[in-house]
């Protein structure tokens, strides 16, 4: 037994889903969509799990439906999703410093709901107001985990890992003017932030940060 299959093109990992509760989860860019198609084949017929391809957009996404049906497209994430998840009892929050952050928590938040994180956000509750940020301190504190979504230079991060006592994983995003350097300044503060304990994902990995909180659910559960 290999563990996984030889495409040519790809050798999708079949025993991943063993490994790390999941099976793996295909990034679309680079790919060509009957690519995409034949590694959704057969990571269909040799999991149980929820499959999902990344970073799609809408006509590549339609091309691989119309090959594999039975699965849905999240425009707003550009993730396409088959067999998704029951909800489990795992809780985060995804906390948006502002609306421009939103395509990198709306990958986060479809993520974490199709790998069955019960999951609840919060919008537009940067340090520029944090009356914003207080008004829902109580819906971060009940999370699990709470995952914040932000750019500029990220200080909503360590606002939000001040407050709560959960674990913080925090996505820089590349949202910003010029010194904001693509998400390389929100990044830089997220990894040195006084919270203690702070997780960081890569710039605009909403993905990241949904697989982060997966490995925390499990490890809650006793799944590991």
Request: hydrophobic share 50%.
């Amino acid at each position: 037994m290999t563990g996984f299959t030889d495409l040519g093109y790809a050798r999708p990992d079949l025993d991943r889903e063993s490994r790390q509760g999941l099976p793996e989860v295909v990034y679309a860019p680079g790919k060509r969509t009957a690519e995409i198609t034949g590694v959704v084949r057969e990571l269909h017929a040799h999991s149980s799990g929820p499959v999902l391809v990344t970073r799609i957009g809408a006509d590549a996404a339609a091309e691989v439906l119309a090959e594999v049906p039975d699965g849905h497209y999240r425009a707003d994430a550009r993730l396409l999703v088959w067999r998704p998840a029951a909800e489990g009892s795992f809780r985060i929050c995804v906390a948006t410093a502002g609306t421009a952050d939103g395509p990198v928590a709306a990958e986060a938040t479809a993520v974490a709901e199709a790998i069955g994180l019960r999951t609840t956000a919060v919008r537009d509750v940067g340090v520029a107001g944090l009356h914003r940020l207080l008004a829902v301190q109580d819906e971060l504190a009940a999370a699990d985990a709470v995952i914040v979504v932000a750019g500029m230079e990220g200080a909503l991060a360590s606002a939000v890992g001040g407050l709560v006592g959960c674990p913080v994983i925090a996505v820089p995003t590349s949202v910003g003017y010029g010194a904001a350097l693509d998400g390389v300044t929100p990044l830089l503060a997220m990894l040195t932030s006084c919270a203690a304990g702070i997780v960081v994902v890569n710039i605009d990995s909403g993905f990241g940060a949904a697989m982060a909180a997966h490995r925390l659910a499990r490890t809650a559960a006793g799944q590991r």
